[in-house]
């Protein structure tokens, strides 16, 4: 069965930074392109940031370009998103989704809260 | 990358039939095959219901069905049930190698 745990979510302040981590389990991580999907308190989802399988490409949302930074580390099967100089407009869940395909988001996490508020 | 253009709501009732439109550009929707749709329960993770226009993934009822024409995707659901209540949204690969959702509908059985 295939699991998607996420951590590291909580309250920081306006220019602070915050790392996300996500524990992959019952599927080969290394074949799978891993994601990460942010959902803001009763908004919609907003797709953040992608890495491929081998972590040799990464790609990102142009409203985190240059403050966030996704890594995996296929040895401990796990997804990291580095967040720096945070913003309001960063508060979500982080969702974290894994994929043989990477068209589409097949496999998700529960997602993790980051707030940041002063 | 501007988002997807869902409607905010739908409704149908039980046993009846719903459409949700998911409008884009030719550099999204209109340029690939690569249309997904998401259903999310309250306070749950999005589940995968149609990849590639019109595909379902194993478990996904047939009720579920989606296609596309132009720049417009669609999601159709039919014998409308309780349990079909939910937000839905739309994704699409994009020419700039990024995904854009749409807005989100609202599913209201009635």
């Known amino acids: 069965e295939v699991q998607l745990l996420e951590s590291g979510g909580g309250l920081v302040q306006p220019g602070g930074s915050l790392r996300l981590s996500c524990a992959a389990s019952?599927?080969?991580?290394?074949?799978?392109?891993m994601s990460w999907v942010r959902q803001a308190p009763g908004k919609g989802l907003e797709w953040v940031s992608t890495?491929?399988?081998?972590?040799?490409?990464?790609y990102y949302a142009d409203s985190v370009k240059g403050r966030f930074t996704v890594s995996r580390d296929n040895s401990k099967n796990r997804l990291h998103l580095q967040m720096n100089s945070l913003r309001a407009e960063d508060t979500a869940v982080y969702y974290c989704?894994?994929?043989?395909?990477?068209?589409?988001?097949?496999?998700w996490g529960q997602g993790t809260l980051v707030t940041v508020s002063s | 990358q501007s988002a997807l253009t869902q409607p905010a709501s739908v409704s149908g009732s039980p046993g009846q039939s719903i459409t949700i439109s998911c409008t884009g550009t030719s550099s999204d929707i209109g340029g690939y095959n690569y249309v997904s749709w998401y259903q999310q329960h309250p306070g749950k993770a999005p589940k995968l219901m149609i990849y590639?226009?019109?595909n379902r993934p194993s478990g996904v009822p047939d009720r579920f069905s989606g296609s596309k024409s132009g720049n417009t995707a669609s999601l159709t659901i039919s014998g409308l049930q309780a349990e079909d209540e939910a937000d839905y949204y739309c994704?699409?690969?994009?020419?700039?190698?990024?995904?854009?959702f749409g807005g989100g509908t609202k599913l209201t059985v009635l």
């Open positions: 019952g599927f080969t991580f290394s074949s799978y392109a």
């Open positions: 989704e894994g994929s043989s395909n990477w068209y589409y988001f097949k496999y």
């Open positions: 590639d226009v019109t």
């Open positions: 890495i491929t399988g081998g972590g040799g490409a990464t």
């Open positions: 994704t699409s690969y994009t020419s700039s190698t990024s995904w854009v």
